[in-house]
T-cell receptor, first 114, second 111 residues
Framework: NAGVTQTPKFQVLKTGQSMTLQCAQDMNHEYMSWYRQDPGMGLRLIHYSVGAGITDQGEVPNGYNVSRSTTEDFPLRLLSAAPSQTSVYFC?????????????FGPGTRLTVL | SQKIEQNSEALNIQEGKTATLTCNYTNYSPAYLQWYRQDPGRGPVFLLLIRENEKEKRKERLKVTFDTTLKQSLFHITASQPADSATYLCAHPNSGYALNFGKGTSLLVTP
């Protein structure tokens, strides 16, 4: 199993550009989520999905879109990048959405918006 | 809303000693807490989960305690090694949809 994979690993954007961060998991997990991690802020939930076709907003959803057309994939779209979106982005998955389920994280995407 | 607080100051200890990290929470007692380890440039990795009705949980050199009276969880690493140097995060379930993470405590174990 590859676990949770994310691409790209690094990305530099200019303000106003759009892009998609890719996330895939091969563990047949029902639940997937996106976090951003900023110095001194910890991990903050952006969007999550409890299954194919079902998504919802987390704590900091503004400026991001998600969709879940398959169980395996959960891409994160930045519609018009802003410097405030400079961060490290982590995708995570778990078997279910109970708090007892272990979350498996990807290696992260480091995004810089100039 | 529930808040998770971890000591933001880095913890420096000598190899062989026991490292103790603290996770405090406000408001209601969460039904369980999870602890993760994060190495620089990598995603968090699950270590242990402790339930509200469990006083203590162990896994090899790791021990987690849960004190609902003090609203606190302690994470211990016994016989610490330089390879234990990392950031440790505690987290609790947030409305059942995701985990609410603390900011993490950085641990540095020196030889």
């Amino acid at each position: 199993n590859a676990g949770v994979t994310q691409t790209p690993k690094f990305q530099v954007l200019k303000t106003g550009q759009s892009m998609t961060l890719q996330c895939a998991q091969d563990m047949n997990h029902e639940y997937m989520s996106w976090y951003r991690q900023d110095p001194g802020m910890g991990l903050r939930l952006i969007h999550y999905s409890v299954g194919a076709g079902i998504t919802d907003q987390g704590e900091v959803p503004n400026g991001y879109n998600v969709s879940r057309s398959t169980t395996e994939d959960f891409p994160l779209r930045l519609l018009s990048a802003a410097p405030s979106q400079t961060s490290v982005y982590f995708c995570a998955s778990s078997y279910g959405r109970k708090g007892t389920d272990t979350q498996y994280f990807g290696p992260g995407t480091r995004l810089t918006v100039l | 809303s529930q808040k998770i607080e971890q000591n933001s100051e880095a913890l420096n200890i000598q190899e062989g000693k026991t490292a103790t990290l603290t996770c405090n929470y406000t408001n209601y007692s969460p039904a369980y807490l999870q602890w993760y380890r994060q190495d620089p440039g990598r995603g968090p990795v699950f270590l242990l989960l402790i339930r509200e009705n469990e006083k203590e949980k162990r896994k090899e050199r790791l021990k987690v305690t849960f004190d609902t009276t003090l609203k606190q969880s302690l994470f211990h690493i016994t016989a610490s090694q330089p390879a234990d140097s990392a950031t440790y995060l505690c987290a609790h379930p947030n409305s059942g949809y995701a985990l609410n993470f603390g900011k993490g405590t950085s641990l540095l174990v020196t030889p």
